[in-house]
């Protein structure tokens, strides 16, 4: 079965770092585009990192220097490494497997599958 | 431009025809997916490309793109499908970063 599991989400001070993992089954991490979104407690997704399976890797403005998308080809993992955390990064974080796709005239990517999200609160 | 607009809420009838809408400048250059979200749970993928539907995705669900604007229509709408509904493409400035949509309550009367 295809599936994501994200974990090392938890409340943590300002300024502080964390490490999100998302565990992935049933398909093979580093032949595909991996990314993070994220959403803050009542509001909308936000985009967040993605890494590409060639390994180069892209982030929002608003995390751009403080977080770091990698992966663990031999544990078949994703993480988001967190750091300069702020109050507005409270949010549920998922992983999600990317998909890309060309249709005349354009391009397409997709999200196809979803982990179950992580919740990062930071806090003082 | 990095910004997609969907209109905050939106409402049908049982059984009516629903189209929810998302505009930017990215769509010109990429087709958008759409996501389906409930309350507690994860994005659920409902459509992407052109029109292409994953598998267990009811027929009811389509897509459709035209100039900066891309369509979800709902044909026959049914309770189950009160949810928030994202659009999401890449960035149309080509660096990469992907960019969501602010989000659709659909209610169902």
């Known amino acids: 079965e295809v599936q994501l599991v994200e974990t090392g989400g938890g409340l943590i001070q300002p300024g502080g770092s964390l490490r999100l993992s998302c565990a992935a089954s049933?398909?093979?991490?580093?032949?595909?585009?991996m990314s993070w979104v994220r959403q803050a407690p009542g509001k909308g997704l936000e985009w967040v990192s993605v890494?590409?399976?060639?390994?180069?890797?892209y982030y929002a403005d608003s995390v751009k220097g403080r977080f770091t998308i990698s992966r663990d080809n031999s544990k078949n993992t994703l993480y988001l490494q967190m750091n300069s955390l702020r109050a507005e990064d409270t949010a549920v974080y998922y992983c999600a497997r990317e998909k890309k796709g060309a249709a005349r005239p354009n391009y397409y990517y997709y999200m196809d599958v979803w982990g179950k999200g992580t919740t990062v609160t930071v806090s003082s | 431009s990095s910004e997609l607009t969907q209109d905050p809420a939106v409402s049908v009838a049982l059984g009516q025809t629903v189209r929810i809408t998302c505009q930017g400048d990215?769509?010109?250059?990429?087709?958008a997916s759409w996501y389906q979200q409930k309350p507690g749970q994860a994005p659920v993928l409902v459509i992407y490309?052109?029109?292409n539907r994953p598998s267990g995705i009811p027929d009811r669900f389509s897509g459709s793109s035209s100039g900066n604007t891309a369509s979800l229509t709902i044909t026959g709408a049914q309770a189950e499908d009160e949810a928030d509904y994202y659009c999401n493409s890449r960035d149309s400035s080509g660096n990469h970063r992907g960019v969501f949509g602010g989000g659709t309550k659909l209610t169902v009367l």
């Open positions: 890494i590409y399976s060639g390994g180069s890797t």
């Open positions: 490309g052109k029109n």
């Open positions: 049933g398909f093979t991490v580093s032949s595909n585009y």
């Open positions: 990215s769509l010109r250059s990429y087709y």
